[in-house]
Structures are given as structure tokens and as C-alpha cells.
């Protein structure tokens, strides 16, 4: 007999919520991440290889699916934005490690991605 779900969403919103500090890093995080699986999907057959393909096997084809599931993972993580630090360049780590409320998710990264900008900044 097959194990039911007592919610319609796989992996639930408990879960995911356990793994960043609130609703709106979900969300922008869950996003973000949708978009580099949808671009990758979508630039398969031209071989440019920027984009990280999915890190987990999804039973669902669809790109939010598949990063909600990488983020419950831990395949997927952000980088908070923080604009004190931004304003003062010689500010440490231990400095304002509180994020406001315009604070954003900047970047986020994928698991064994390496560096997924521009290989060639100069040439932007």
C-alpha cells in the first residue's frame, strides 16, 4: 500500500522554510533557481554549458518543482545581500550580520557549480 501525503506539495513548506531564514528568501531563492533550470532546458541543444543543469532526479519536469526540491536538498543555497557592507568596504564579516528589510538574495549557489558567471568578464 502506498504512504499518503498529508499535504499536496512535495517537499512541504515546513521543510523548505527549515532551510533559509524566511517566507521571502524562499521565494526569491525558489525563483532565481527556477529560472537556471528553465535556461538550462532551454539552451540544451546550443552546448553553451553556463547554466548548471538539476542537481537532484525530479519526478516532475516542471522548473519551480525542481528547485523547491533542490533547496530541501541543500543543493541550492543563497548569499544575503547586505547593504552595509556595500557602503563601507572596510567592514568584517562580524559586521552587520542582521539583515534589514531591504536586504535581497544576491546569488545563489548550486552544489559542485563552480563559478557561474561570465567566463570572461572583459569581453562583457
Known amino acids: 500500500m502506498a504512504v499518503g ?32 533550470v528553465n535556461s538550462y532546458y532551454n539552451s540544451l541543444g546550443e552546448g553553451l554549458g553556463r ?36 557602503a563601507d568596504p572596510e567592514a568584517g564579516p562580524e559586521d552587520g550580520l542582521e539583515a534589514g528589510p531591504l536586504a535581497a538574495v544576491e546569488d545563489v549557489a548550486v552544489e559542485g557549480s563552480g563559478d557561474q558567471g561570465d567566463p570572461d568578464p572583459a569581453a562583457g
Open 5 to 36: 501525503r498529508t499535504t499536496l506539495m512535495d517537499p512541504p513548506i515546513e521543510d523548505l522554510l527549515d532551510k533559509v531564514d524566511s517566507k521571502f528568501t524562499l521565494v526569491a531563492l525558489g525563483s532565481m533557481r527556477a529560472r537556471q
Open 51 to 86: 547554466v548548471v543543469p538539476p542537481q537532484v532526479t525530479s519526478v516532475s519536469g516542471k522548473p519551480l518543482s525542481i528547485a523547491f526540491e533542490e533547496i530541501a536538498a541543500g543543493k541550492a543555497t543563497y548569499t544575503r545581500f547586505d547593504p552595509e557592507a556595500e
